[in-house]
Every structure is written in structure tokens, then in C-alpha cells.
T-cell receptor
Framework: DGGITQSPKYLFRKEGQNVTLSCEQN?????MYWYRQDPGQGLRLIYY???????QKGDIAEGYSVSREKKESFPLTVTSAQKNPTAFYLC?????????????FGPGTRLTVT | DQQVKQNSPSLSVQEGRISILNCDYT??????FLWYKKYPAEGPTFLIS?????DKNEDGRFTVFLNKSAKHLSLHIVPSQPGDSAVYFC??????????????FGKGTLLTVNP
């Protein structure tokens, strides 16, 4: 089955620790995205990547980092510099520059930092 | 500055009736609009979309209407079913910053369909 997987579903970390969230897709999509969702808020874009070895900051990139070494994978690192890391993190992908705007989402990772 | 606005945080309707979810946008460069449905603790699921060259798109029980002059779109669900209860997000895309497939999301509307 084609789709997007995110692991783990729940993640707990102590303040001051970096943590990496996994996102893998087997849809052969060029573009991948990371969003965070907070209660009562829409989805806010953290980083996106249009193609392998390239990525751009979204609207709220501070305190986050990404890499795109493989087409299938777009891991997100939440660093200790992120002031409010507790949130629901969503990864998405889309066909990309070839057209179509629809993004397909993974199941999400809920990160809790205490 | 919120470019995509869903002014109703919640909506409650009876099973079998029509649900109308509304969305307004401010950026005139947006030319493609999407609706997503989201259950708690899950990722959003794409529902239906519309290009700015159209004013209506229909898919089964779901119809999206676009009024470009008013910068307004709406999602109609007829008939509403209890399984439609979820948060609905409006999203928009367009020629912004060279990345014409970035999506800007509204804050969502929680739809509750009562049996």
C-alpha cells in the first residue's frame, strides 16, 4: 500500500533534548512538508522540500531542522532552541513541481516535552 | 495576518440535513482551494478541491462553491451523516514565493452531525 508513515505516534522528551521525528513516503512524490498543529490552530508550515537535497523554511522554522537525502525520507529535528515544542506534528507529501496541489498526510506524531 | 479564515469554530447539524462550512481568503493570488477532513489524533484527509477557473465542483455528497469576487468558498455536505463529524480545514494555494504548491490553511471548523 502506498502512503506516508510517521513514527512514533507518541513521543516524550525532556526539555533541552533534541528529538528527531521520522517521515517516510512510498508515493514517489517529489515534495514533502512538515506542519505543526496546536489546539484551536490550523496547520502551520515548518519546512518543505521540493526535491531531494533541497529544502526551504516555512512560516515557523525557528528551532527546527530538516534533511532530504533521499526522496522517500524527510526527518524533522526539534532542537532545544524551539521554545514551545509540545505539539502534534504532521508530515505530508505531494507530487510537486509536476503539478497538482493536493497534499497527502501521514498519521502524525504527538510530541510532549516536559 | 491570516490569509485563510474559517470564522466558525464549530457547527452542529442534524443527520440528513445540509452542512455548510464557510471559508474566506484575502490573498488574490490564490488560485486553487482544497478542503480537508481531520479526525482527532490523525492526519488530515483530502476531500475535494476547486480551481479558480471554476465556481463549483461536486463529488458525491460534497460540493464546493467558489465566489472569486467575494473571495469566499463553501463546502456543502448533503445529506450529512454522523461519520462526517470531524474538523474541516480549508486550504489555498497560488503563485506565492515561487512555490506554487504551498498550502495555507485556515484554523478549521468542527462539524458535529447529530443522529
Amino acid at each position: 500500500d502506498g502512503g506516508i508513515t510517521q513514527s512514533p505516534k507518541y513521543l516524550f522528551r525532556k526539555e533541552g533534548q533534541n528529538v528527531t521525528l521520522s517521515c517516510e513516503q512510498n508515493l514517489n512524490h517529489d515534495a514533502m512538508y512538515w506542519y505543526r498543529q496546536d489546539p484551536g490552530q490550523g496547520l502551520r508550515l515548518i519546512y518543505y522540500s521540493q526535491i531531494v537535497n533541497d529544502f526551504q523554511k516555512g512560516d515557523i522554522a525557528e528551532g527546527y531542522s530538516v534533511s532530504r537525502e533521499k526522496k522517500e525520507s524527510f526527518p524533522l529535528t526539534v532542537t532545544s532552541a524551539q521554545k514551545n515544542p509540545t505539539a502534534f506534528y504532521l508530515c505530508a507529501s505531494s507530487i510537486g513541481p509536476r503539478g497538482l496541489y493536493e497534499q497527502y498526510f501521514g498519521p502524525g506524531t504527538r510530541l510532549t516535552v516536559t | 495576518d491570516q490569509q485563510v479564515k474559517q470564522n466558525s469554530p464549530s457547527l452542529s447539524v442534524q443527520e440528513g440535513r445540509i452542512s455548510i462550512l464557510n471559508c474566506d481568503y484575502t490573498n488574490s493570488m490564490f488560485d486553487y482551494f482544497l478542503w480537508y477532513k481531520k479526525y482527532p489524533a490523525e492526519g488530515p484527509t483530502f476531500l475535494i478541491s476547486i480551481s479558480s477557473i471554476k465556481d463549483k465542483n461536486e463529488d458525491g455528497r460534497f460540493t464546493v462553491f467558489l465566489n472569486k469576487s467575494a473571495k469566499h468558498l463553501s463546502l456543502h455536505i448533503v445529506p450529512s451523516q454522523p461519520g462526517d463529524s470531524a474538523v474541516y480545514f480549508c486550504a489555498a494555494s497560488g503563485l506565492s514565493g515561487g512555490s506554487n504548491y504551498k498550502l495555507t490553511f485556515g484554523k478549521g471548523t468542527l462539524l458535529t452531525v447529530n443522529p
